[in-house]
């Protein structure tokens, strides 16, 4: 649904949409016609392209939230540097954030930059078998800010999954902006050929996370993605110097625990707030072999491990299915 | 109905007009955007909060307003008010959606449609100030929320980040927006700088420390001040409550109001 052209009048609704043609702002539009037509709500052939080219990748997960800061893109590196511990998985993790990357710092990959290659763009490797991509890789200083509309971002979007030259792949992680927007949807829409295994969803514990949260829930159910689970970050805080606990974001209305019952989702875990995790983020290092032996460490290991239970199952699920 | 009001009516009577911005989430926008209101309505002035967070309002929970209906007048939207003398109007665009636990999934267009009537249509009154609470990043709401308040005046932005390089990166990224698009930086916040530990009293630096001074100083721009990662604070933005009343001996409280009356002298020397 990237169907608003770029020289579409102000509020154009979208080539796909049910108004398209139809809006008093398509009024005067050389497409209106063609629009009211319903010619223009065939599919996307980028959709079916998208699927051929993925169809070499076994499991694809998205890292969701509908509020900002809540750690998707530290949980997604995390995920990523977890799955690819195994070196005979090949993994890849996909930051569809156009307009705040973060992905490059934290896989330490700041200042690189993406390579043409005869089969489209080429990501960037951490390891042999870890490969990144980032919008990030595209620009030429820190500084530069991405200020764009819905529809370019979207385009973006495409790009990535498209153009890119992913190879085989065991696991695409797929970590997103705040909210449910553009991105999103594009996301969504365009992995529609493919086999999604499902998405994880991160919080925090207090309720101004969780509303926007169960938005995001939501959202999933709308577009019918399946919910792996919720990863609960940032609960609980152990001081390095008494070892008492405090809730720096206090779970007021019960935390994910209570959110997760009443909606009836796995709580895959719960991740404490370490200073460690954020200064490792800034470094670009992985905590997970930075400090192996501390308990958010074992945390992230064993949501990992529940997170590729879910995706081995589903798939002999699917297979009996058929 | 919607109202034909032109802009310039429904600002004319605001002083000043301040975005609270940054390119990351969670970093604290809407906790700044409230507790600045607040602080700046204890010093005795009109202050108004327009929500334009379509996907994650969360003023109107911080202000604990619940789910009024908004009506009209012949102005436009009359906006919230959470006292009996009317000294802090809310609008929040969570106020014009059904039901709280929808997910509002729209694309740019239809933001962009939404947010310039809503800009444009709230019936604000006399107010010294008028601080804008935005969702993070540099995108379609932020260029329409700019393109409708330019009309009338914009005075700058508040950016507001957290310590960590990860978040500081996405407020450059913030700066270059602003130049780009013209608007004043009025200075840089550094929130959840070190947390105290209500046990023994240690600092830890849960985020690390010093990066928003750092980047102050790296882009030329205004250092407003750090409030401190204090579970008093974001309790009390869990149940609403005010906290300038509750803990005004707090440093919590000493930083926010130190922040609000540089940011007063700003606004009123330009
Ligand atoms: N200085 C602080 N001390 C403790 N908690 C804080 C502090 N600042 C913010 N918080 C808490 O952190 C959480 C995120 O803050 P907030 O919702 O204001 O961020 P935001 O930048 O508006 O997020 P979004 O990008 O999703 O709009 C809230 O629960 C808030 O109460
Ligand atoms: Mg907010």
Redesign the interface.
Same mark, same amino acid.
């Given at each position: 649904?990237a169907d608003?052209p770029t020289d579409?009048p102000? !509020?154009? =609704?979208?080539t796909q949409s049910e108004q398209a043609g139809k809006s008093s702002?398509c009024e005067g539009c050389p497409n209106q016609k063609l629009c009211a037509s319903g010619a223009t709500k065939a599919a996307d052939p980028a959709i079916a392209e998208i699927g051929e080219k993925l169809s070499t990748v076994k499991h694809k997960i998205l890292v969701l939230s509908?509020? #900002? #800061?809540?750690g998707k893109?530290t949980f997604s590196a995390h995920l990523a540097h977890a799955l690819a511990s195994d070196a005979t998985k090949e993994v890849a993790l996909l930051d569809v954030d &156009?307009?705040?990357p973060?992905i490059p @710092? &934290?896989m330490g990959l700041e200042g690189e930059q993406v390579h043409q290659s005869g089969s489209g763009w080429s990501p960037v490797y951490v390891d042999d078998n870890l490969a990144v991509m980032s919008i990030g890789f595209l620009l030429s200083s820190?500084?530069?800010?991405? &200020?764009? @509309?819905?529809?370019k971002?979207n385009g973006m979007i495409k790009q990535f999954l498209r153009d890119v030259d992913w190879g085989e792949l065991d696991y695409l992680v797929v970590d997103t902006?705040?909210?449910?927007?553009?991105e !999103?949807?594009s996301i969504v829409q365009y992995l529609s050929s493919t086999h999604v295994d499902g998405a994880v969803i991160i919080t925090?514990p207090?309720?101004?996370?969780l509303?926007?949260v169960?938005?995001?829930i939501? $959202?999933c159910q709308?577009v019918k993605l399946p919910i792996i689970g919720v990863v609960e970050n940032m609960s609980g $805080?152990v001081?390095?110097?008494?070892q008492?606990t405090?809730?720096?974001? =206090?779970p007021?209305t019960g935390g994910a625990e209570q959110m997760c019952a009443d909606l009836n989702l796995p709580l895959l875990g719960k991740v404490p707030?370490d =200073?460690r995790i954020? @200064?490792s983020?800034?470094e670009g290092r992985s905590f997970l072999a930075e400090v192996p032996d501390s308990p958010a460490t074992q945390i992230y290991l064993d949501i990992v491990k529940s997170i590729q239970d879910y995706c081995s199952n589903h798939v002999t699920d699917e297979h009996k299915a058929t | 109905q919607i109202n034909n009001n032109n802009i310039s009516e429904s600002l004319s009577q605001v002083q000043h007009v301040v975005l609270v911005l940054s390119g990351k989430g969670g970093v604290g926008k809407s906790t700044i955007t409230t507790e600045l209101a607040l602080a700046l309505r204890h010093a005795g002035k009109k202050v108004g909060i327009l929500d334009v967070d379509l996907c994650g309002p969360s003023i109107p929970r911080m202000l604990n307003v619940g789910r009024p209906d908004v009506h009209q007048c012949d102005s436009g939207w009359v906006p919230v008010y959470t006292d009996a003398q009317k000294s802090l109007a809310l609008m929040s665009i969570g106020f014009l959606l059904d039901d709280p636990d929808e997910a509002v999934v729209w694309r740019g267009p239809k933001k962009t449609a939404l947010i310039g009537q809503f800009v444009s249509d709230v019936a604000w009154g006399e107010l010294d100030v008028l601080l804008v609470d935005t969702p993070p990043g540099t995108s379609d709401e932020h260029l329409a929320v700019l393109e409708n308040l330019k009309k009338h005046r914009v005075d700058g932005a508040v950016l507001v980040t957290t310590p960590q390089a990860v978040s500081t990166g996405d407020v450059r990224r913030e700066i270059t927006f602003c130049k780009k698009t013209g608007v004043r930086i009025l200075g840089i916040i550094e929130n959840m700088s070190g947390f105290v530990c209500p046990h023994c009293s240690e600092c830890s630096n849960i985020f690390s420390k010093g990066g928003g001074e750092e980047l102050a100083k790296l882009t030329g721009s205004v250092f407003l001040g750090a409030v401190p990662l204090d579970p008093l604070l974001s309790a009390s933005m869990e149940e609403g409550k005010d906290f300038s009343q509750t803990f005004p001996e707090s440093s919590t409280f000493s930083a926010i109001n130190s922040i609000s009356q540089t940011l007063l002298c700003s606004l009123q020397a330009s």
């Open positions: 649904m608003v579409a102000e !509020h154009c =609704p979208g702002s509908g509020k #900002g #800061g809540v893109s &156009i307009c705040g973060s @710092r &934290i820190p500084d530069d800010a991405v &200020i764009w @509309r819905g529809p971002k902006p705040p909210g449910t927007s553009d !999103h949807l925090t207090q309720e101004v996370s509303q926007d169960r938005k995001e939501r $959202f709308k $805080f001081c390095p110097k008494c008492n405090s809730q720096i974001f =206090p007021t707030l =200073p954020a @200064r983020c800034d | -």
